[in-house]
Each structure stands twice: as C-alpha cells, then as structure tokens.
C-alpha cells in the first residue's frame, strides 16, 4: 500500500505526523511526495479560467448525450482504423469491412427512432448521476444559433439535431 502527501510538516513530519502514527500502525506502508499542482500556487488566472469553462462543458447534458453516441459508434469503426495502421494492408478486407459497416450505420440511421431511445436512456442515467437534468433548450420565438422545434421532447430534440446529424456525417464520410 502506498501513500502520497503534499510535503506539509503535519503529514510527512518524523516525530508527530500522520505518516508517523499511519507507520506506527502498518510498518509496511510506502509513502511518496504527492507532486500534484495547488490551483493557487501553480495555475495561472487564464489556466484557471480555462479549466472552470472546460468542467462546465463537460458538466452539460450536451456533452453526455454527444459522448454516448460518438461512444456507440466509434468501438465499430475500431477495426477499419487498425487495419489501415497496419504494415501490410489488404485494401480488399477494408473495403468489405466498410461496406459493412455501411449496411449496419445505414440501418442504425433508417431505424433512428429505436437506435437512439438506447443511447438517449443511457445518457440520462449517467446524467441523473451527476446530478444533471437532460431537458430541451428553450423555445424563443426568434433563433439565431440553433433550430427551434415546437413541442418536441428532449429525446426528440436531440435524435433530430444530434444523432441523425452524426450518423449522415459517419455513412458520408465512410462512403467517401
């Protein structure tokens, strides 16, 4: 078992420390200097900044459900990238595994209701986890930056404008 601390007398310290009462206890246990950065003393205010809007983003229903659908579908093409990696390639396997593929995501796209209620429950267990509310973004009468659909469920909102977008895009791009 091993143990990391930040250096400060009162964890590291030989006579009266929490290493030495943890010692005392488990002669065994290793301990090491912890090297992990204070955000006060090692971030500046941009690297701050950077990192609070980047957790926002990551905190966002948005990320979860794009995260799950990229997740889905990206284990598929695994095997088409590793065969293009390799030092001798047969062109044919590839072309067959990419037809392939292109039945499965031409299917998955054709059936776009049922493939994605899957992925959308999923997202929203791993929402509820952290204690994120999937919902759709608000309705206004004038959009500039995103399409407004009247009466649409959050489900509905984001199969039209999330995971039909990303499946016409993959079956486009594996095509070409």
């Known amino acids: 078992m091993g143990l ?3 250096g400060c007398s009162t964890m590291v310290g ?9 010692r005392d ?11 992990d950065p204070t955000t006060k003393r090692n971030f500046s205010q941009a690297t701050r900044t950077k990192a609070e809007q980047l957790l926002c983003s990551l905190s966002t229903h948005k990320f979860i ?21 390799e030092n001798s390639v047969n062109l044919l396997d590839v072309q067959k595994h990419i037809e392939n593929l292109l039945l499965i995501f031409e299917n998955k796209r054709r059936d776009a209701n049922e493939c994605f209620r899957s992925i959308f429950t999923r997202s929203v267990e791993i ?20 399409p407004n659909i009247q009466k649409a469920s959050a489900e509905e909102y984001f199969r039209i404008f999330f995971f039909i977008p990303y499946m016409d895009s993959l079956i486009s791009s594996l095509k070409t």
């Open 65 to 85: 459900i794009c995260l799950n659908i990229i997740a889905r579908y990206s284990a598929q093409l695994e095997p088409v990238t590793n065969s293009l990696q």
């Open 14 to 22: 030989k006579e009266n420390s929490v290493q030495k009462l943890i």
């Open 25 to 35: 206890q488990y002669p065994r246990v290793t301990f090491f200097h912890c090297y």
């Open 127 to 146: 929402a509820d986890e952290f204690g994120i509310e999937i919902e759709q973004p608000s309705i206004t009468r004038r959009q500039i930056n995103r």
């Open 4 to 6: 990391g601390f930040d």
